[in-house]
């Protein structure tokens, strides 16, 4: 992996100049797509942080923050320009998020306390920019954002819904689920945090390969698996869940998202460890990949997968027991 070294911009290559404008031209590129593009803006805004990553990774300082300050500065100019100087400090999150990603790699950090650190650092801060920006008087901030969802369905189903009769029912039937879902914004906001680390990762890792820079020295992902002891914090929210209401239940629905998302991974590396065993080509590997992601009855068998592999080790890769020695008789 190359150091960083004390020259800065101006003992850089005209290569490695490049590589910072490219790298500062995508992570803008990715960030306004995701704030100006519909659902497909988001997909490619999922990649913000992955610019700074490989770049702090593979430089470290001081050349690694060129990147980062580059794209903060240029983008501060240009969300103001365009009226959205209140999604700087989103910008700020994600080219954090980048830079912790990538000082995990570089300290040799597990692959769960990388994304996890990475992750609930760039939660709290996502939940702090939130309240900033859309905080009322206190305790009213919930509230304030389930309003807000509530005009936004309304604004499209007056747009896009077809008869009133039609259009009265989907809007009631969206105000009773509304107030759940903004009761489990904390969970799927640290999901979201935990899938975009996973992605980011994922590609980091496949261009370290494709360059031959050296990789953390973590297992193969194919061959991961979550911590055992994490069953147990399922075990306990799922009797919460039951057992309790209001608040209790609430915070064991929140806390079993995020572990869902933790045990989805593990059942997309079991796929990827038959995917590699069975030689399935790759164009095949990425249309099961969008399968399992994007259907939920598919999903929500990749999370069982993964979940149930505690017990059933399905790639038989858990270390056996050695057999006990035999008396001599």
């Given at each position: ?14 290569a ?38 490989l ?44 830079l ?22 760039v ?13 009322g008087p ?41 107030p ?30 494709i ?19 994490l ?5 306990g ?40 065993k ?9 249309f ?15 999370v ?24 001599p008789?």
């Amino acid at each position: 992996m190359a150091e960083g070294n004390d020259h800065g911009i101006h003992g850089a290559s005209p290569a490695t100049r490049r590589e910072f404008a490219l790298g500062i031209a995508a992570t803008l590129l990715f960030f306004l797509s995701a704030i100006m593009i519909p659902v497909l803006g988001f997909l490619a805004g999922i990649f913000t942080p992955l610019p700074t990553l490989l770049t702090f990774y593979r430089l470290g300082l001081p050349l690694g923050l060129w990147i980062p300050g580059g794209a903060l500065a240029l983008g501060s100019a240009v969300l103001f320009y365009l009226g959205m100087g209140s999604s700087i400090p989103y910008l700020v999150e994600m080219l954090a998020f980048g830079l912790i990603l990538a000082s995990g790699m570089r300290q040799g950090w597990s692959t769960e306390k990388t994304l996890g650190a990475s992750s609930l650092v760039v939660f709290a801060a996502g939940a702090m920019a939130f309240w900033m920006t859309n905080g009322g008087p206190e305790g009213a901030l919930f509230s304030q954002v389930e309003e807000e969802l509530k005009g936004t369905v309304a604004a499209a189903l007056q747009q896009y819904a077809g008869t009133s009769a039609d259009r009265e029912l989907i809007q009631q039937s969206l105000e009773q689920i509304i107030p759940v879902l903004v009761t489990l914004m904390p969970g799927f906001s640290m999901a979201t945090s935990l899938v975009m680390a996973w992605l980011n990762v994922l590609v980091a890792r496949r261009y370290c390969r494709i360059h031959g820079v050296a990789l953390p020295p973590w297992p193969e992902w194919s061959q991961w698996k979550a911590p055992e002891k994490l069953v147990w914090c399922v075990i306990g929210a799922g009797f919460v869940m039951i057992l309790s209401d209001g608040t209790g239940r609430i915070v064991a629905l929140n806390l079993l998202i995020v572990l869902s998302t933790v045990y989805l991974f593990q059942g997309l590396a079991i796929v990827a460890f038959y995917s590699d065993k069975w030689k399935i080509p790759r164009l095949l590997r990425a249309f099961i990949y969008g399968f399992l992601l994007l259907q939920q009855f598919a999903t929500l068998g990749a999370v069982l997968m993964g979940l149930f592999d505690m017990w059933l080790d399905f790639r038989r890769i858990s270390p056996r027991p050695s057999e006990p020695a035999q008396s001599p008789e």
